[in-house]
């Protein structure tokens, strides 16, 4: 089954959907999804809807209806995040349909969403490979964000990423990988946090043309 018209990169509205996805959808997603949020607010001007840009997220076994784990939320106020309001979801087949971006923590997740159809191969990368994947991309090669939109220069951007990625290989199978820190101590949770922050940063420096103040 392949997505339907005007969905994935093309986009048929004036929106620009990003889908965070771990397992369980109570720990990394959820920061990942969070933490995106907090910084396009951040840089957008207090409006993370600002742009057409929607960020979300679900676990491929993910705990319906759960809440993020308490240390995921510890992780989040360290960086002034929202948690307020999460609840866990499932992957289905609609969340990856009407993603424009899919980012999983792991290669695994990506090989899952992949295997879901929906066209969603060129829009589907592990979080660390499209934060390594978008470092190489000329910005000014990119739409004009204030000119061209917001939602143009995501797409582009994706576009971009997709064909650099048989190019621009990781150094190692694990640099494309963020752990899983289910069950583990704040420490180990605090450290997954600054991996996803600082993968985060270039990726949502790229889609809206602003760095981070400083």
């Known amino acids: ?10 986009g048929y509205d004036n929106s620009f959907r990003i889908l965070h996805v771990s397992t369980g959808n109570v720990c990394r997603s959820p920061i990942t999804e969070r933490l995106t949020r ?6 957008l001007g207090g409006d993370p809807l600002a742009g057409g840009l929607i960020v979300e997220s679900a676990g491929t076994w993910g705990h319906e209806g759960a809440p993020m784990e308490a240390n995921a939320e510890i992780v989040l106020a360290d960086f002034g995040a929202d948690a307020t309001g999460f609840v866990g979801r499932e992957l289905l087949d609609e969340h990856v349909i009407r993603a424009d971006l ?7 997740h990506r090989a899952q969403v992949i295997s879901m159809g929906h066209s969603a191969g060129l829009r589907t990368f592990t979080l660390k490979e499209f934060t390594r994947l978008v470092r190489a991309i000329d910005p000014a090669t990119l739409p004009d964000p204030l000119s061209d939109g917001m939602v143009e220069r995501a797409r582009a951007l994706v576009r971009a990423a997709a064909a650099l990625r048989g190019w621009l290989l990781a150094p190692s199978a694990e640099a494309d990988e963020v752990n899983d820190p289910y069950g583990a101590p704040i420490t180990f949770f605090r450290s997954i946090g600054d991996e996803i922050n600082q993968a985060l940063d270039p990726v949502v420096t790229a889609l809206t ?3 981070a103040r400083t």
């Open 1 to 10: 089954m392949t997505a339907p018209e005007g969905r994935g990169i093309a």
């Open 38 to 43: 907090h910084a396009l607010s951040h840089r």
């Open 102 to 108: 899919v980012l999983t923590a792991t290669r695994d």
């Open 209 to 211: 043309g602003v760095s």
